[in-house]
């Protein structure tokens, strides 16, 4: 085998695949999901928290806080370490894929290819590793639930749409199996899978969203948050950022250059040909912009560049830090921590933004940063929103999308070789756990809310 890359002498049968798969299965059978969903060794709440807090912005922690304190399910979203602990004491199949590491219900969205067209697929990479399968669908699973209760669903429809997801995950990694590499690999990302997905209920949920993806571009960005300068001396039309407090605030000149250092190293992270796409743009204007709930606290920057004839592009430059999965894995040393999510994404995801990579921004001290899009035709459900037939609908989406993610560095042969089996052991078993840890993170985000309301931590609402 070539020390560069795949040995390509050799040929995996798809019986000897699926044997593996099914030698999996003997050492760690379906009821291993339905397991004691805590970790004798979990760190208290607080301690979970102040932890997770080390390195950010100071003066944001609050905010963060305040976020997570606004329900169990936004709590949960700001606490993938926090499962990882937990998930990391029980066994797991050891077939390892390349995982999202957050695969809450809120992670997976619609956003634009390079032909303009409206995909649907994971979406958040930051705690991305090589990783057990499970943790992904169990994740998934739990939050369903939550997402369920925030929405009023009953129990049994909560309980429904986690099933649904490990069937619909058990299922479609059995047909991608059947497929034919080429095919598989490019599988379920646009509007089809809902058909593939039997989510017919959420057609109206997914034309609404990606009816509101196709106006979420670079202009319309320009249009809500800058304005207009005029350079008289050079005639270049040029725009910058307003100011949002909290959410959207100028930085001063050295931070200003420093990120634009880093956008010109990030060019070497893209593929040639964009480097030369690029180059045309020259940045107008850097602000900071806090964004989502376990990233409140990170360094994080929006840049407005300017291009032909009064055009823009906004690139999002993002904080990169190690996973919260990370200390319950196997060590693996990143080069680079944006360079790990960029690769993950890049191996899960059906179609990447054409601008992703990562560069080095030196502050304080040098950071790893993302770098990519900050609005590529971008567009959400959100599953907090939905009512309870549609969100079985969305957990029958999420887990089929989420098989074609692991079947792309997991064999989906040995990934059916696993779960193949004649009655529904596999998904009664993720749902009953998914309850039991919706409950745990219930009992979690009442241990913060009680803290705050002691004193014992800050919270500011968002």
Same mark, same amino acid.
């Given at each position: +085998?070539?020390?560069?890359?795949?040995?390509?002498?050799?040929?995996?049968?798809?019986?000897?695949?699926?044997?593996?798969?099914?030698?999996?299965? =003997?050492?760690?059978?379906?009821?291993?999901?339905?397991?004691?969903?805590?970790?004798?060794?979990?760190?208290?709440?607080? &301690?979970?928290?102040?932890?997770?807090?080390?390195?950010?912005?100071?003066?944001?922690?609050?905010?963060?806080?305040?976020?997570?304190?606004?329900?169990?399910?936004?709590?949960?979203?700001?606490?993938?370490?926090?499962?990882?602990?937990?998930?990391?004491?029980?066994?797991?199949?050891?077939?390892?894929? =390349?995982?999202?590491?957050?695969?809450?219900? $809120?992670?997976?969205?619609?956003?634009?290819? =390079?032909?303009?067209?409206?995909?649907?697929?994971?979406?958040?990479?930051?705690? @991305?590793?090589?990783?057990?399968?499970?943790?992904?669908?169990?994740?998934?699973? #739990?939050?369903?639930?939550? #997402?369920? /209760?925030?929405?009023?669903?009953?129990?049994?429809?909560?309980?429904?749409?986690?099933?649904? $997801?490990?069937?619909?995950?058990?299922? @479609?990694?059995?047909?991608?199996?059947?497929?034919?590499? +080429?095919?598989?690999?490019?599988?379920?990302?646009?509007?089809?899978?809902?058909?593939?997905?039997?989510?017919?209920?959420?057609?109206?949920?997914?034309?609404?969203?990606?009816?509101?993806?196709?106006?979420?571009?670079?202009?319309?960005?320009?249009?809500?948050?800058?304005?207009?300068?005029?350079?008289?001396?050079?005639?270049?039309?040029?725009?910058?950022?307003?100011?949002?407090?909290?959410?959207?605030?100028?930085?001063?000149?050295?931070?200003?250059?420093?990120?634009? !250092?880093?956008?010109?190293?990030?060019?070497?992270?893209?593929? &040639?040909?964009?480097?030369?796409?690029?180059?045309?743009?020259?940045?107008? !204007?850097?602000?900071?912009?806090?964004?989502?709930?376990?990233?409140?606290?990170?360094?994080?920057?929006?840049?407005?560049?300017?291009?032909?004839?009064?055009?823009?592009?906004?690139?999002?430059?993002? =904080?990169?830090?190690?996973?919260?999965? #990370?200390?319950?894995?196997?060590?693996?040393?990143? /080069?680079?921590?944006?360079?790990?999510?960029?690769?993950?994404? /890049?191996?899960?995801?059906?179609?990447?933004?054409?601008?992703?990579?990562?560069?080095?921004?030196?502050?304080? &001290?040098?950071?790893?940063?993302?770098?990519?899009?900050?609005?590529?035709?971008?567009?959400?459900?959100?599953?907090?929103?939905?009512?309870?037939?549609?969100?079985? !609908?969305?957990?029958?989406?999420?887990?089929?999308?989420?098989?074609?993610?692991?079947?792309?560095?997991?064999?989906?042969?040995?990934?059916?070789?696993?779960?193949?089996?004649?009655?529904?052991?596999?998904? &009664?078993?993720?749902? $009953?756990?998914?309850?039991?840890?919706?409950?745990?993170?219930?009992? !979690?985000?009442?241990?913060?809310?009680?803290?705050? $309301?002691?004193?014992?931590?800050?919270?500011?609402?968002?």
């Amino acid at each position: +085998m070539s020390d560069s890359g795949p040995d390509l002498r050799s040929y995996v049968s798809a019986e000897d695949a699926r044997a593996r798969g099914r030698a999996a299965r =003997q050492r760690v059978p379906f009821d291993a999901a339905d397991r004691v969903v805590e970790s004798p060794n979990r760190p208290t709440v607080l &301690e979970f928290v102040e932890a997770s807090n080390e390195g950010r912005i100071d003066r944001l922690i609050p905010l963060r806080i305040g976020r997570m304190t606004a329900s169990p399910f936004t709590f949960f979203r700001g606490a993938a370490g926090l499962m990882a602990a937990d998930l990391a004491a029980g066994p797991d199949s050891g077939l390892p894929a =390349q995982i999202c590491g957050d695969a809450h219900a $809120a992670n997976f969205g619609l956003y634009g290819t =390079q032909r303009g067209e409206i995909v649907m697929d994971i979406n958040d990479f930051d705690e @991305t590793v090589l990783g057990p399968w499970e943790w992904d669908l169990r994740r998934l699973a #739990a939050s369903l639930v939550l #997402a369920g /209760r925030e929405s009023g669903a009953a129990e049994d429809d909560c309980v429904r749409a986690a099933r649904d $997801a490990a069937r619909f995950y058990r299922q @479609t990694a059995g047909e991608l199996a059947e497929m034919p590499f +080429m095919q598989s690999w490019t599988a379920l990302p646009d509007e089809s899978i809902l058909g593939s997905a039997k989510a017919d209920d959420l057609i109206d949920d997914f034309k609404k969203a990606a009816k509101k993806a196709r106006k979420n571009t670079s202009a319309k960005v320009v249009a809500k948050w800058t304005e207009h300068l005029d350079d008289h001396e050079t005639g270049i039309r040029k725009h910058r950022f307003v100011s949002d407090p909290p959410i959207l605030t100028p930085v001063d000149a050295p931070v200003t250059d420093a990120v634009i !250092d880093g956008l010109e190293r990030y060019a070497s992270t893209i593929r &040639e040909s964009r480097r030369a796409l690029l180059a045309r743009f020259a940045v107008s !204007d850097v602000a900071f912009r806090i964004v989502g709930t376990g990233s409140v606290g990170l360094h994080s920057y929006v840049a407005l560049l300017h291009g032909n004839d009064g055009e823009s592009l906004v690139l999002q430059v993002k =904080q990169a830090r190690p996973s919260a999965l #990370a200390p319950f894995l196997p060590p693996v040393a990143p /080069r680079h921590e944006g360079e790990r999510i960029v690769a993950g994404a /890049r191996s899960v995801q059906s179609e990447t933004d054409i601008l992703l990579g990562w560069t080095t921004v030196d502050l304080d &001290e040098p950071l790893p940063f993302v770098v990519r899009q900050f609005r590529n035709l971008k567009g959400s459900i959100d599953p907090a929103g939905l009512s309870a037939d549609d969100l079985d !609908d969305y957990g029958r989406l999420a887990g089929a999308l989420l098989a074609r993610a692991h079947s792309r560095s997991l064999d989906p042969r040995t990934l059916a070789g696993y779960l193949e089996a004649d009655d529904d052991a596999f998904e &009664e078993a993720v749902a $009953a756990y998914a309850v039991r840890y919706a409950d745990r993170t219930e009992a !979690d985000h009442a241990e913060l809310v009680a803290a705050v $309301a002691a004193g014992k931590i800050a919270a500011e609402p968002s």
